[in-house]
Nanobody
Framework: QVQLVESGGRLVQAGGSLRLSCTAS????????MGWFRQAPGEEREFVAA????????LYAESVKGRFTVRRDNARSSVYLQMNSLKPEDTAVYYC????????????WGQGTQVTVSS
């Protein structure tokens, strides 16, 4: 089992920056990928970014490329999402999630943190 706790969400003005954090505990040795997703009111949850735990390879949704950066800190079992040039359409609850070794899917999810971007 892996437990995930996100933090860092708040109200920010358009054009501003925010950094989200996600810290994992439990069976962190078995993590393969950590990802960020978001869900706006009335919308489906969508992929934002992901990073592999060992190699640090990253993947981004087209909507956030060039504005968001995902990085990891293996020693702290944490992943961060640096969000710059925020837009009102980035408003959502942001979740981190983990793909376990051999799983092929996101097995564990955090409780989410609210990001609100005002225009």
């Amino acid at each position: 089992q892996v437990q995930l706790v996100e933090s860092g969400g708040r109200l920010v003005q358009a054009g501003g920056s925010l950094r989200l954090s996600c810290t994992a505990s439990g069976a962190t040795f078995n993590m393969y990928t950590m990802g960020w997703f978001r869900q706006a009111p009335g919308e489906e949850r969508e992929f934002v970014a992901a990073i592999t735990w060992r190699s640090g390879s990253t993947l981004y949704a087209e909507s956030v490329k060039g504005r968001f950066t995902v990085r990891r800190d293996n020693a702290r079992s944490s992943v961060y999402l640096q969000m710059n040039s925020l837009k009102p359409e980035d408003t959502a609850v942001y979740y981190c999630a983990v793909v376990s070794m051999g799983s092929g899917k996101y097995d564990y999810w955090g409780q989410g943190t609210q990001v609100t971007v005002s225009s």
